[in-house]
């Protein structure tokens, strides 16, 4: 049979030598792709459009294996106009010191140092125009399960133990409570079993037993460990995990893989996004990265906030904005000494999702689970007729109700997927306008200030949270930090 534009499915997209970052934000967003290995003509049949990196292969050599048909897109071409390289912007992993002018304040914290949702709209937005002009269609599967339209969650970090306002925040939590995470510091609550109790039936996972992260693999190893055996002790058995400050190294990722974690949440890899696979250099790694608002109420606290005013209002703030633009309305906070004491930050936060049917209120668990099985989902978009598409799922599964969602400028259509065929047609269809973008504060410029006493204390891993008998003293950099601590240690008993 021949070819044509019109036989030849519209998606998946097919990738041809491209940027790994490409792959991660396809995901991400739900876009049919597949990733072509060999360069036998038949591999190029199973969609329209082929996406590939100018710098690593020549539009006129692909063309010798295209058919006239094929709509060939050199995704290096769309950004060369870029003051970096976006895709490599994306793979990065490292954190940098950002300030917000937020409520009158400046607030900072330590996230990663590129904005990745922003990055991965702007290179969507750009080939989703490229490919509707070319005669394709823009379409995905819904990041959530249909009808929902975006999804909440509220992510509490339970770090200092201070018993009291834990329960004076659970109280305040009963409305969200489905809908609400918790990562337990051990060393704070191990030997807390009310709180334990409390936390069994709920969302609970690990936030380490001491509350560090460290830079060495064996110290992480030792403290994560030691966490899922009081957490297992108390009957909570959670596969997910919550870095410490939201910080994330590689030694930190062996580890959590080791232990077959599901999921891990840290700002420092990547905030305000939808979830992904960290990049480690040549592979994907194997936990989930489940973004969150990095901007919580001890921020604000931090900097002389005198009540809950200025947090209540920007947390209501970024939820509202972001189920409107669609995407995860995943925020976080702390019980000790903030939510316990301020428990109308929570109510409000309750508030702010009451009564929204379109918004579906999950804890970090089950979507987890979910986008792992929509990231399994294999389907064709194929022409039927002059308006009409065939939605073909590979292997049907119906664990989860799911929708297609179909792109019109700045609107958008939802689809309900009934089977292994589901017909759609354009024409149709009823579009609803989409906010396309956050309307969220920009963060400050940073200031790059050379500061050797913050690089001698990332060096040796710098903290005073772990007793000194129970640091690693195999390296140099831990050697050092050792005898710091003991030198600290006896000047102060001394003075």
Known sequence: ???????????????????????????????????IETDHPLAFRAGRFVLFDGRRQSMMAL???LKPEHTPIDVRALFSDEPVD???????????????????QNVTETVSRHDRAKLRRKIIGRLRDVVTKSGGVWARISPYPFPYRSAF????????????????????????????????????????????ADLRDLDTHSHGHYHVTYRDAEAN???????????????????????????????????????????????????NDLPFYPWLGSRASKVLQIPVHP??????????????????????????????????????????????????????????????????????????????????????????GERGYGLQLDEWDGRYPIGLEVFRDRHS?????????????TAELAYERRSPDYALPAPLPRRRNLDW?????????????????????????????????????RSRLAG
């Open 1 to 35: 049979m021949s070819l044509s534009a019109r036989t030849l499915p519209v998606l998946p997209l097919l990738l041809w030598k491209t940027p790994p970052a490409l792959q991660m934000i396809l995901a991400q967003e739900g876009i049919a792709h597949r990733v």
């Open 63 to 65: 063309r010798q294996r």
């Open 86 to 104: 976006l895709f490599e912007a994306l793979l990065e992993t490292a954190g940098e010191a950002t300030t917000w002018r937020l409520q009158h």
């Open 153 to 196: 969650n509220l992510r509490v970090d339970l770090d200092e133990q201070v018993p009291a306002d834990y329960f004076a925040f659970a109280c305040a939590r009963t409305p969200i409570a489905e809908a609400t995470t918790h990562f337990v510091s051990t060393h704070a609550y191990g030997e807390q079993p009310d709180v334990l």
């Open 221 to 271: 190893r030792v403290n994560l460990r030691r966490a899922l055996d009081r957490l297992a002790k108390a009957g909570i058995t959670g596969t997910g995990f919550a870095a410490p400050h939201g910080r994330w190294n590689l030694g930190l990722n062996t580890e959590l893989e080791e232990l077959g974690c599901e999921f891990s949440s840290e700002f420092q890899v990547g905030y």
């Open 295 to 384: 901007i919580c109420e001890g921020l604000f606290f931090d900097v002389g906030a005198e009540g809950p005013k200025a947090i209540t209002n920007h947390l209501v703030s970024v939820i509202a904005a972001k189920i409107a633009a669609g995407e995860p309305a995943f925020v976080y906070g702390h019980p000790e000494r903030r939510l316990g004491r301020f428990p109308e930050i929570v109510t409000a936060i309750a508030d702010a999702v009451a009564g929204d049917s379109l918004t579906w209120r999950v804890s970090l668990s089950t979507f987890a689970h979910w986008w792992k099985w929509r990231l399994a989902r294999s389907w064709s978009l194929i022409p039927r």
């Open 413 to 425: 259509a939802l689809v309900p997927i009934v089977g292994p065929l589901t017909v759609v047609d």
């Open 453 to 489: 006493k913050a690089v001698i204390r990332r060096a040796i891993d710098w903290e005073t949270v772990t007793p000194i008998e129970d640091l690693p003293n195999l390296t140099l950099s831990s050697q050092i930090k050792r005898e710091l601590r003991a030198w600290r240690e």
